[in-house]
């Protein structure tokens, strides 16, 4: 796997680091503000770049990808001098020159520390407002004293979800918001199965027992709460959450997967606060 971060940062070396060189007849010429700023320390990450670049950054990279309809959502500074973060449809993170005719997907590591600067990034953009999350439309369930609070997006077939639901059957100390994300692609019947479950007259123990038991409750029909699926898939894509489970931490942190006991507890308790 290091050979393949390696092979990346050679490829992007040679492509856009090079110094003193004239474009080859054809080649987009690099901005200005550009060329200026190789010549400078590289930038801490995440800032924002001069309109010049991030122009033209987006002009390429919205034309040559017009028909799969890509849009830059930001341009930012990375600690490498000449390459810049691009942010694209659903907070996809991928890294470009200055001119956008050249563009990797990947990790950027930081090797001195083996740390993914990729991730840290990924951790901020998807960073979420715990307190403004709609729980109303969550199904809730308090354990023991309710302690820790935790938000998980999750589908009623989904093996990791279920597995999820036994490590917090260990806990007695948290509150669980569980909004309903059923992936129909994945698991076609995780639809019919969430709205028999918001439509009985305790959603809460209906779940629970589905997900930790496997006793589905018996067959209703829909009612006006089968509503709230709908919403909360709209919540998840606007989050751009497109697995489960995903987990939100009161301080913001979103996390895919699940952990087991105690590590679960663990990590529940160290991102309660920022």
């Not at 050679?10 to 503000?33: D, E, F, H, N, Y």
């Not at 200055?98 to 740390?115: C, H, N, R």
């Not at 969430?194 to 629970?208: E, G, H, R, Y």
């Amino acid at each position: 796997m290091k050979s393949l971060y390696l092979a990346a940062a050679v490829t992007l070396a040679l492509g856009v680091s090079a110094c003193g060189q004239a474009p080859a007849a054809g080649q987009p010429q690099i901005p200005a503000a550009a060329a200026a700023a190789t010549q400078k320390q590289p930038a801490p990450a995440g800032q924002k770049v001069s309109d010049e670049i991030t122009k033209a950054i987006t002009t390429t990279l919205e034309r040559n990808y017009a028909d799969q309809k890509l849009k830059v959502e930001s341009v930012s500074t990375t600690p490498v001098a000449g390459l810049y973060e691009i942010v694209v449809n659903g907070k996809q993170i991928a890294y470009t020159d200055a001119t956008g005719q050249y563009m990797f997907v990947g990790d950027l590591i930081q090797t001195d520390i083996a740390k993914s600067l990729t991730e840290e990034r990924k951790a901020v953009l998807n960073a979420v407002d715990f307190n403004k999350l709609p729980f109303d439309l969550a199904i809730k369930e308090v354990r023991g004293n309710g302690e820790l609070k935790i938000a998980v997006f999750s589908d009623a077939d989904c093996p990791f979800c279920k597995r999820l639901e036994h490590e917090f059957a260990k806990m007695t100390n948290v509150t669980i918001y569980n909004f309903m994300m059923p992936l129909t692609s994945l698991h076609p019947d995780a639809t019919r199965k969430t709205v028999q479950i918001l439509c009985q007259p305790d959603p809460t123990k209906a779940w629970t027992e589905w997900m930790r038991e496997g006793k589905m409750p018996p067959a209703v029909s829909d009612c006006a709460k089968a509503a709230t699926m709908q919403q909360t898939l709209a919540l998840s894509e606007q989050l751009g959450f497109n697995g489960t489970p995903t987990l939100v931490f009161p301080n913001g942190t979103v996390q895919s997967g699940y952990s087991p006991m105690p590590a679960l507890e663990e990590q529940i308790r160290a991102n309660q606060t920022k």
